[in-house]
């Protein structure tokens, strides 16, 4: 596979439970992203990890938890989610973080939380 | 904050030009993105501007005014295929850096 993989591409989670997006990329970055992308409302950066540390955590709630296990996998584990945190979340990752470079993103999961 | 402001929606002919603007507010100003996001896709990288200029790629051209705070992008010899939203987003430098984006324009496409 090439490029920026996500998965599931669908997800529909009741408040209670616990889910966990995975993302893949196999472009050789160092840096990788989470985002969510509401309707009607800019593409908000969420976390950002570069060399596997995380260094950026735009005061996203607690529920929503990031994994970086090595440069080519990212993870969002969701926990007793709102109704409000149903979006479309979108991985990306570009080579360095440094000034964001030229990002690739992935396909992104729509998340409806019930 | 840091609002990055572009047109809602915008229409216009098979085969014109067109042009979106972006407008931001310039305090920690790095550098400006286009992305490129059709319906029920993922954005894809346009372009990516820090200097004063216009910079030409192919049909799509982007510019920018860093005094004015001020950015456009340029779409010629436009195809029905160009419908889509196109995001403008600046990255911030600092400490950490933020990235923030527009709400994006639509583009419609019409023959």
């Known amino acids: 596979e090439t490029g920026v993989t996500q998965t599931p591409r669908h997800l529909v989670m009741g408040m209670t439970n616990k889910k966990s997006l995975k993302c893949e990329q196999h472009l050789g970055h160092n840096a990788m992203y989470w985002y969510k992308q509401s309707a009607k409302k800019p593409l908000e950066l969420m976390f950002v990890y570069s060399l596997e540390e995380r260094v950026e955590n735009n005061s996203v709630p607690s529920r929503f938890s990031p994994e970086c296990p090595n440069s080519s996998h990212l993870f969002l584990h969701l926990h007793t989610l709102q109704p409000e945190d149903s979006a479309l979340y979108l991985c990306?990752?570009?080579?360095?973080?440094?000034?964001?470079?030229?990002?690739?993103f992935g396909p992104g999961t729509r998340l409806t939380v019930t | 904050g840091q609002n990055i402001d572009q047109p809602t929606e915008m229409t216009a002919t098979e085969g014109a030009i067109v042009q979106i603007n972006c407008t931001y507010q310039t305090s920690g100003f790095n550098g400006l993105f286009w992305y490129q996001q059709h319906a029920g896709e993922a954005p894809t990288f346009l372009s990516y501007?820090?200097?004063?200029g216009l910079e030409e790629k192919g049909r799509f051209s982007s510019f920018l005014s860093r005094s004015k705070g001020y950015s456009y992008l340029l779409l010629k010899e436009l195809q029905m295929k160009d419908s889509a939203s196109y995001l403008c987003?600046?990255?911030?430098?600092?400490?950490?850096?933020?990235?923030?984006f527009g709400k994006g324009t639509k583009l419609s496409v019409k023959p």
């Open positions: 987003a600046v990255f911030y430098g600092g400490s950490q850096g933020n990235l923030i």
């Open positions: 990306a990752s570009s080579q360095e973080k440094r000034e964001f470079n030229e990002q690739y």
């Open positions: 501007n820090v200097l004063d």
